[in-house]
């Protein structure tokens, strides 16, 4: 979903909570890595999450478009020679 807007005004977007359940030592680790960043837990993980989705997003959008481009393709891949014509003969 595409919030762009072309207004002055701030957009704000709403927030839910999510509530995950992890092994102790990934948490412990976790927080040493947000830490270590200047960051929250939660803004880590909102962080991670967020390049996760705008990746799967970008390959989605590329995935169509090389789709589209295939089915747009002539000749269905066979080449367009001759073996003989490559050589001199």
Not at 31 to 44: D, W, Y
Not at 75 to 85: C, I, K, V
Request: hydrophobic share 45%.
């Amino acid at each position: 979903m595409d919030l762009t807007c072309s207004t002055q005004y701030p957009v704000v977007v709403a927030k839910r909570n999510l509530t995950i359940q992890l092994d102790d030592a990934v948490i412990r680790h976790a927080r040493i890595a947000a830490a270590r960043r200047g960051l929250s837990l939660s803004s880590l993980v909102a962080q991670q999450l967020t390049q996760l989705a705008e990746a799967d997003q970008r390959y989605e959008q590329a995935r169509a478009v090389a789709l589209d481009a295939l089915a747009g393709a002539t000749g269905g891949g066979a080449p367009t020679w001759h073996r003989e014509e490559l050589y001199d003969q």
